[in-house]
Each structure stands twice: as C-alpha cells, then as structure tokens.
C-alpha cells in the first residue's frame, strides 16, 4: 500500500532539501572566498559562511520540534547551481569578470534559499508548527538582506570593472 503523501510530509522532505543544501553551501563558499579578487567579496563570502553556520543551527532546532533526526535529502537543484559556481570559477579565473560571475552563482543560490524558506515558512503557518516560523523567517530575512548586499556590491564596482566595450 502507498504511503499518504500530506503536507507535513512535503514540509519534512523540503525542510530535508534545504538542509542538505545548506550543508553544501557551507563547503562552496570558502572556495568562493578564495576565488573572489576583490576584499569585500573575500569578506562577504565569509561572512555568509558564518550566517550559513547559524542557519544549519536553525534547521537543527526545527528537526528536533519534529522529533526528528536531523538529516539530509539531495538536492539535485543545489547541486547544479554550486556547480555552475565551479565551472565559472575555472572559467574566468585571473580575468576581470570573475567578481561579477561570482556574484551572480551566489545570487542564484540566495534566489533558490529565499524560495525555499519562503515556502517553509508558509507551510509551518499551515500546520500549526508556530516554533519553527520565527526561524525560518529569521534565515529567510537574512537571505533576503545578502542578496540585496550582492546586489549593491554588483552594482556599486565589479559589474562596471568586468565590462569591455564593444570596439
């Protein structure tokens, strides 16, 4: 007989997902750091590894509410962005474009997280899990606040070094 598929099954596979993921991340963007050219991409990488740390940390909490292991799902999604990551970082290595390429890997991943705990959060609302909602959305306003970070910093110098004008 096939298992009931519910919601609650669906938010502890997508919890599952988010937290393979993050473990994933967590390995990326130290490599990242050390790839970036400039100190503030240097920095932010590892600032964001810190916050990836405590967003792990969170994840652990809501498995325990659960009463749950604490244990990951692949994430085939996760995957192909870090490595579309990778490809970029042996592609435009030494070149001026390599800060902006790595910007826009980490803001894909930002991206696929601010989905995911976007939704968990939404999901937690529904099944009356009011322990985890504080969580989720703390991760998911500090994905929102790095991407904006991302953004700006895009903005601000390494889109406009990483460019060639046409001749």
């Known amino acids: 007989m096939a298992t009931e598929k519910s919601l609650d099954t669906l938010f502890l596979e997508t919890l599952q997902d988010i937290y393979f993921a993050e473990k994933q991340i967590l390995n990326a963007l130290p490599k990242m750091a050390r790839a970036a050219q400039s100190e503030e991409g240097k920095a932010g990488f590892l600032k964001h590894r810190d916050e990836t740390l405590s967003q792990i940390e969170r994840l652990e909490q809501i498995f325990k509410f ?18 579309e990551g990778e490809e970029i970082m042996e592609e435009y290595k030494g070149t001026p474009a390599l800060d902006a390429g790595l910007i826009s890997s980490a803001q894909a991943v930002e991206h696929y997280e601010i989905a995911r705990y976007g939704t968990l959060k939404s999901w937690a609302g529904q099944l009356g899990l009011t322990d985890a909602i504080p969580l989720l959305d703390a991760t998911l306003q500090e994905e929102i606040a790095t991407d904006r970070k991302l953004t700006a910093m895009g903005e601000a110098s390494v889109n406009r070094k990483s460019s060639k004008k046409a001749s």
């Open 66 to 83: 659960l009463g749950r292991p604490a244990r990951g799902k692949t994430c085939e999604a996760i995957q192909g962005i870090i490595a």
